[in-house]
């Protein structure tokens, strides 16, 4: 099929890690993106990561790819409030036709 | 540089009503995309353009919507006439190359069919 799975939501205290959980279908993707989305606000590309890599970090932000699984994360470490969003993971299918997740929903309390 | 720019920001219609979106991607951006977002879902594609032409309307409910990019700059999406189930956000996006380093989106149009 082509979803995009993704858990609805994740609570976590500040100061703590979040891990974000995402299976993927399309195992030729040459990219998979997190993008954030703030209340009233369009997406915003967080990161990719290259379909050839295992992981990736930039700053705080750690995506993990599991190929044989289809399975991506992203590891938001030291979580402030200031990250709580709705986060989406997505891929291209057939190389273009970026699909959503339904997005998680992170919830950062104080 | 300046983003995805989107008009109106929130629209409210009743049903049978006709109602139309604007968006103005980032300069030289040759693709262009309209995704509908429904509240508590990711956001799900209704058509792409690559310049002026249509790439993928698959999703689109033509007997409804319509949309077009006729100089492939700006565009805009119709919806006529609308349904109470069209109530969501709609999202414009672009990019230089199809998803190579991902797509900027505008804030959306949030449109209310009551």
């Known amino acids: 099929g082509e979803d995009v799975e993704q858990s609805l939501f994740l609570s976590v205290r500040e100061g703590d890690s979040s891990v974000i959980n995402c299976t993927y279908t399309?195992?030729?993707?040459?990219?998979l993106y997190w993008y954030k989305q703030e209340p009233g606000a369009g997406l915003q590309l967080l990161t990719y990561?290259?379909?050839?890599?295992d992981m990736k970090q930039d700053q705080r932000l750690t995506v993990l790819l599991n190929k044989k699984d289809k399975h991506l994360s992203l590891r938001i470490a030291d979580t402030q409030t200031g990250d709580s969003a709705i986060y989406f993971c997505?891929?291209?299918?057939?190389?273009?036709?970026?699909?959503f997740g339904a997005g998680t929903r992170l919830f950062v309390k104080a | 540089e300046a983003g995805v720019a989107q008009s109106p920001r929130y629209k409210i219609i009743e049903k049978r009503q006709s109602v139309a979106f604007w968006c103005n991607p980032i300069?030289?951006?040759?693709?262009l995309y309209w995704y509908q977002q429904i509240l508590g879902q990711g956001p799900k594609l209704l058509i792409q353009?690559?310049?002026?032409?249509?790439?993928?309307d698959s999703q689109l409910p033509k007997d409804r919507f319509s949309a077009e990019r006729l100089k492939g700059v700006d565009s805009t999406l119709k919806i006529q006439p609308a349904k109470l189930e069209d109530s969501a956000v709609y999202l414009c996006?672009?990019?230089?190359?199809?998803?190579?380093?991902?797509?900027?989106f505008g804030s959306g149009t949030r449109l209310t069919v009551v």
């Open positions: 996006a672009s990019s230089l190359v199809e998803g190579a380093e991902g797509y900027t």
């Open positions: 399309d195992s030729s993707s040459t990219y």
């Open positions: 990561i290259f379909s050839n890599m």
């Open positions: 997505a891929e291209p299918l057939g190389g273009f036709k970026t699909i």
């Open positions: 300069s030289g951006h040759a693709t």
């Open positions: 353009f690559q310049n002026n032409g249509v790439v993928d």
